[in-house]
């Protein structure tokens, strides 16, 4: 996964687009949480799709989103944006992003929690 080749490379002093060649502005959000009890990730995942998808599709420079799931009831969201500016208008909507998350905690309850970046 992306993520884990950057924090390797990172640690090396050199970033993943560095070691690989490809030198992009393309910007990918890690979004981490736990679920439990894990049989509840599927549910997670369709919930955040049926609330998430359609918000993520109108915003300018969102490209995709995939999910990565852990033993344990992790589960991490991949959201890849063109650019980081791209990512920064989006994520500072915070009036749609909390009416968003008010709507999934109301349907998910308190089966998940986010982990820090």
Known sequence: MLHAAED??????LSYR??????????????SFVVNPASKIEDFIDVDRRLYDSWLRQQPGYLSKQYARYP???????????SDEDYKRATSNTKDIDRIEAR?????????????K
């Open 8 to 13: 390797h490379y990172g640690k090396h002093g």
């Open 18 to 31: 560095q070691m690989v060649g490809v030198e992009t502005s393309m910007k990918v959000d890690r979004i």
């Open 72 to 82: 344990g009831g992790r589960l991490d969201l991949l959201v890849f944006w063109r």
């Open 104 to 116: 999934f905690r109301s349907e998910m309850g308190q089966t998940y929690r986010r982990l820090p």
